[in-house]
């Protein structure tokens, strides 16, 4: 099977039903869809409520647009001194090399400015954001992002490495890709010993959302990546009708920790425009990872992350447990009861 990239060939495909034709063309006139044929094959096409679907396939509710949702929805424009490069905090920069993806979730907060016309960067733009990267002496870490940066060819992420390597104060270069449970296959062996070597180590962050996303062919592309040396941390939207309970994010974390993927973080929804349908109320996310606590080893407990809109960061907002009491402090427990104690 080949990427499906229109809604033409969803249909043929059976994957969306023919009377859906004509509104979801309106949809693929302003967000990019693709699903690859890895994903085509995950799909439940009979079940309605089936979480790949849901993610990947598009959705006339796309359409509707509420007045705080926002093209850019955390800011990356506001902090782009250069193409390619968004630098929010001081120690770590973005490096947008591609803005294509092997799919297009349907939830993504950069889904306007992503998709099969945007391309890459070229040489010269590539350039000049190695040079902002060289002139800072106070970045530390370099994201590799896009769309999919493991997109671009091997020979070009391992340019890319030595280029990196050759700053002394970059210390660690960070990738962030869906495409080892999206598209497996193509995490080749010359992709990986791209990623390998060199002075700044290579950490990984996975984004999956769901347990039924780790297929055969996913685990073994983690493995692959894993058993290469390449430490993997996790990444998740919090999404309605995909992993709002408690049952569907404890699958999903316990299959991130089976494949050595450590989850990160799990995001509040960002505010992307048509995205309403897929956001979780923050107190509704801040019970949910409540009702993890104690019940789910501390390994699978991400950071639960807000990017605050306007590009002013990210904020842990997960529940508390402490609040003051007088001279003394009320902590409660992952039980619900509550209890004295005195930090001095």
């Not at 296959?185 to 950490?203: E, H, K, M, Q």
């Not at 019970?287 to 104690?294: C, N, P, Q, T």
Request: proline residues 8%.
């Amino acid at each position: 099977m080949k990427p499906i990239t229109s809604i033409d060939g969803l249909v043929e495909a059976g994957l969306v039903p023919e009377p859906r034709r004509a509104a979801l063309r309106r949809v693929a006139e302003s967000f990019a869809v693709s699903v690859s044929a890895h994903v085509q094959g995950l799909i439940d096409a009979r079940d309605p409520a089936d979480p790949i679907a849901r993610q990947y396939l598009p959705d006339a509710r796309e359409l509707e647009q509420a007045a705080h949702e926002l093209a850019d929805p955390i800011g990356d424009a506001v902090h782009s001194p250069v193409k390619g490069i968004v630098h929010r905090y001081p120690d770590r920069v973005l490096l947008q090399l591609v803005t294509v993806c092997a799919v297009y979730c349907r939830f993504c907060f950069r889904r306007e400015s992503v998709g099969p016309d945007s391309g890459a960067l070229s040489a010269t733009e590539l350039d000049r954001a190695i040079a902002y990267i060289a002139a800072d002496p106070g970045i530390w870490e370099v994201i590799l992002t896009g769309g999919d940066p493991l997109l671009v060819t091997p020979r070009r992420l391992a340019d890319l490495k030595a280029r990196l390597d050759a700053l002394p104060h970059v210390g660690v270069i960070r990738v962030h890709s869906r495409l080892p449970v999206a598209d497996p296959d193509r995490v080749t062996p010359a992709l990986i010993a791209s990623l390998r070597g060199g002075r700044a180590p290579v950490f990984l962050l996975l984004h999956a959302n769901h347990a039924s996303e780790f297929s055969d062919a996913a685990r073994a592309a983690i493995a692959r990546l894993v058993d290469a040396g390449i430490p993997l941390l996790g990444q998740s939207v919090l999404l309605a009708g995909v992993n709002d309970t408690p049952e569907s994010l404890t699958a999903l974390f316990r299959a991130m920790i089976a494949n050595r993927v450590k989850p990160h973080y799990l995001h509040q929804g960002d505010l992307a425009r048509g995205t309403g349908h897929f956001r979780v109320p923050i107190a509704r996310g801040q019970a949910l990872m409540k009702a993890l606590r104690g019940d789910v080893s501390g390994l699978c407990q991400p950071s639960y992350m807000l990017d605050i809109p306007g590009g002013y960061g990210k904020v842990p907002i997960g529940p508390g447990y402490l609040a003051a009491d007088g001279e003394t402090w009320t902590v409660e427990d992952y039980r619900g009861g509550r209890h004295s104690y005195r930090d001095g």
